[in-house]
């Protein structure tokens, strides 16, 4: 893999998007989220539109629930007296978004049988899965897959709920809420957070909550302060060469070669952007 | 699945063996491992044999690699003249158990295609495939799977090295590697520990790392001083019910269930012994 990497070119790395670019700042660091608004156009807007009226900052992580998910948003979400009203810029009511047309989706099979979905592979850059017969395609629950929390009815979800996968792929939840983007760095402060001894992973004290200083979008950030990150494009031949490489690793260590894999072992590579 | 496990009676559940249970002693608690001897019995038989000889004492946890492993044993083991020496009760050359026959082994089949073996399933407990062609059987890599780590030759494990997997299923170790058992309780502690900032996710400096107080079979504990724990039998027509409730989500949350799952996602009940 690293040799595949090293050979790659310029053209095979892409920027993120700044509008589609969160940080969630912690004191213990950053968490860099790429957004993902070709599968959640609605959800992500809303993300947008609370990030920018800074309704997230001073609230905290809520859950940390083992081989699952960590989640944060208002803890005092469930009690109308005391949540924090969401902005004007907000919508308080969004549809459903757990999946989309797969038409004009430029979507990378992987060459594996999925059981979980028709298909699974690569679009817009994210781990994703397609029904060609019905024609969608949706984000699928990977390590690092961010979500937006929602209660019993499927379009109960505002983006001011969210939450990351710390664990096995949970590819049950695929179709059944909305994804929103994945973790792009910085998951490590995320997945190691003290888990929740509450129903479900809650932390059961307040104290025991992570406050989050602020979530930004990296174009509101100054220049100066922004990441400065390339993805590794899934649309490319160096990609192809990866999943290739990963699917029968040729590495000496390895004795027998899967001739296999699943959409959630694929790396996804991430660097900082050379120096011009 | 709740309503199925309170379904359950008493012939469900077994006991751990505990010569076969494994005490990972650490400041924040108690790890608790099940061994594998079916699959792994001379890798099994020499932790046993370090466990009984006190030998993991005060070495430490010296790996936390995000989204794969855990690792512990001793910090110097690759330097000839700091190592730790092995006891004389210990091997020090074990053969590779990558595989076992799978003939006379009471195998539980998942109804699902797996992808990375010709069946996926449950065998004496633990997530395991299947090759009926060849007529081997080998434990899978999911969260929680503990095995002993090697350089680059096949057989040069000891079980003196071992990892916990801390993230998705890596599916490519099975059978490249040898499965000797895997967490049953207190997983939490080590899926949350910092991760490592060198190589390979590797502490970098020593004072990194976490002590190991003692590592012990539960048998060398005082009866007093020892888990009371329950494991749900897998080969029983109320782990068959749970699978399927899990292929199937029936909970009112989910408005489209999968029809499908993969062995690292069925959850494998623990609970404390029912008081007599």
């Given amino acids: ?29 950053r968490v860099v989220i790429e957004l993902a608004p070709g599968f ?12 920018k009226a800074g ?3 001073g609230l905290s992580i809520n859950r940390s629930h083992d081989n699952f998910v960590v989640q944060w948003g208002d803890a005092d979400g469930g009690d109308p007296a ?11 009511k969004l549809p ?3 999946a989309r047309s797969a038409e004009s989706l430029d979507f990378t099979v992987l060459p594996d049988h999925d059981g979980w979905a028709p298909q699974a592979g690569f679009a817009e850059g994210f781990p994703a899965a397609r029904d060609p017969q019905a024609g969608l395609a949706w984000l699928t629950h990977c ?14 979800s505002l983006g001011n709920e969210l939450y990351v996968v710390i664990g096995h792929a949970p590819r049950q939840l695929d179709r059944n809420i909305t994804s929103v983007g994945r973790v792009i760095k910085g ?19 307040r104290e025991q909550t992570v406050p989050i200083r602020a979530i930004r979008l990296a174009s509101e950030v100054p220049a100066a302060e922004r990441e ?27 004795v027998h070669p899967a001739g296999h894999i699943d959409v959630c072992s694929v790396p996804l590579p991430v660097r900082e952007a050379p120096k011009e």
Same sequence: chains 1, 2.
């Avoid at 390339?230 to 390895?254: C, K, M």
């Fill in 1 to 29: 893999m690293q040799d595949i990497l090293e050979a790659s070119t310029s053209a095979d790395w892409r920027e993120p998007d700044p509008e589609n670019t969160l940080y969630l700042e912690l004191a213990s660091g």
């Fill in 40 to 51: 959640a156009p609605q959800h992500v807007a809303n993300i947008r539109a609370l990030a």
């Fill in 55 to 57: 309704w997230y900052d």
């Fill in 82 to 92: 005391k949540a924090r009203p969401l902005p004007d810029a907000a919508a308080n």
């Fill in 96 to 98: 459903a978004e757990f």
């Fill in 143 to 156: 390590y690092g897959t961010v979500g937006a929390g929602r209660d019993m009815a499927p379009d109960s």
């Fill in 187 to 205: 998951m490590e402060l995320l997945s190691t957070l003290p888990r929740g001894t509450g129903p479900l992973g809650f932390y059961e004290q």
């Fill in 228 to 254: 400065r990150l390339q993805l590794l494009r899934t649309d490319t031949a160096t990609f192809e060469a990866l999943v290739e490489a990963r699917r029968n690793r040729r590495d000496d260590w390895y």
